[in-house]
């Protein structure tokens, strides 16, 4: 009786495990492909540096806003186009366009002959030069001043390439950050003596940090600079869109509107023509 019993154990023991393994459910059928009206376009994929007001920077919910982000919207509205921005680290910001995980970017980027050799560049939509920030009580009045000071940079950028030329390539007085703002802080921190950096995004920061007890110092030998819109190299036609944005934003005066929201009105010279 004992051995039956113990049968019968092992026979549900059995049942139990065959129940813990039931043969996959068939996967549902997958759904008829709906009626073939045109889907929606896919949205450009725009990778930002989302630090660096007033150009692109985070607003207190998260939202990426600036000058650059309103002028890519607005070209994108003339051409018909969705955008969506994605805060994408300076460090790394080409290869993702290499890569086609972003389809283009707006980042304060100047068009450079180097990154010409890796990316396409829109028409230039701004006016941009390096500007140096250093303490208010600094001697520091010319740009050859820093040749003997801790220099603070943002890292791939036109300032470290300017710092560099000027210091030397082997500097230890070249300090790198990963973004501007954290290399205007060490500054406030008197880890660095010096800042040099894009004149927007210094202006701002002053302006916005009255605690910083910064002067800003301008040099003419800093070359004049040019924001582009880049695309992956060949992308001629994502190119062509853009730049025809641009010309429309810049005809039509919402360029103009743009630019005042963030820099007052421009002076009557029509330099905004690139
Ligand atoms: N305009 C400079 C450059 O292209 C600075 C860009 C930094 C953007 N976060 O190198």
């Known amino acids: 009786r004992g051995a039956a019993l113990l049968l019968a154990g092992l026979a549900l023991a059995g049942c139990g495990k065959q129940a813990e393994t039931p043969a996959p459910a068939p996967a549902p059928a997958a759904e008829a492909p709906a009626a073939p009206a045109p889907a929606p376009a896919k949205a450009l994929v ?3 540096d ?3 007001a007033p150009f692109e920077s985070q607003d207190a919910t998260g939202q990426i806003v600036g000058f650059d982000i309103d002028v890519v919207t607005a070209v994108a509205k003339s051409q018909g186009v969705e955008v969506k921005f994605v805060n994408t680290p300076w460090e790394g910001i080409f290869n993702t366009l290499a890569q086609g995980d972003r389809d283009l970017l707006v980042s304060a980027i100047t068009i450079t002959d180097e990154r010409k050799q890796t990316m396409d560049f829109s028409d230039a939509y701004f006016d941009a030069h390096q500007l140096i920030a250093v303490g208010e009580k600094s001697k520091v009045t ?3 001043d820093l040749k ?3 220099v603070g940079v943002q890292t791939g950028t036109t300032g470290d390439e300017v710092v560099t030329k000027m210091l030397g390539k082997d500097s230890t007085n070249i300090k790198r950050f990963e973004s501007t703002p954290l290399a205007l802080k060490e500054l ?6 010096a800042v040099v950096a894009d004149n927007g995004v210094i202006v701002n920061y002053v ?3 009255a605690g910083s007890k910064f002067k800003t110092v301008n ?6 600079e040019q924001y582009g819109l880049a695309v992956r190299k060949g992308n001629a036609e994502l190119l062509a869109k853009l730049n025809k944005g641009l010309a429309a934003i810049k005809a039509d005066g919402t360029y103009d509107k743009i630019y005042a929201q963030y820099f007052g009105a421009k002076d009557a010279a029509p330099a905004a023509a690139a």
């Open 188 to 193: 406030e921190a008197g880890g660095v003596d």
């Open 207 to 209: 302006a916005n940090n």
């Open 142 to 144: 010319k740009f050859d």
């Open 148 to 150: 003997k000071l801790k």
């Open 46 to 48: 725009v990778g930002t």
């Open 219 to 224: 040099d003419p030998s800093f070359a004049p």
């Open 50 to 52: 989302a630090a660096y």
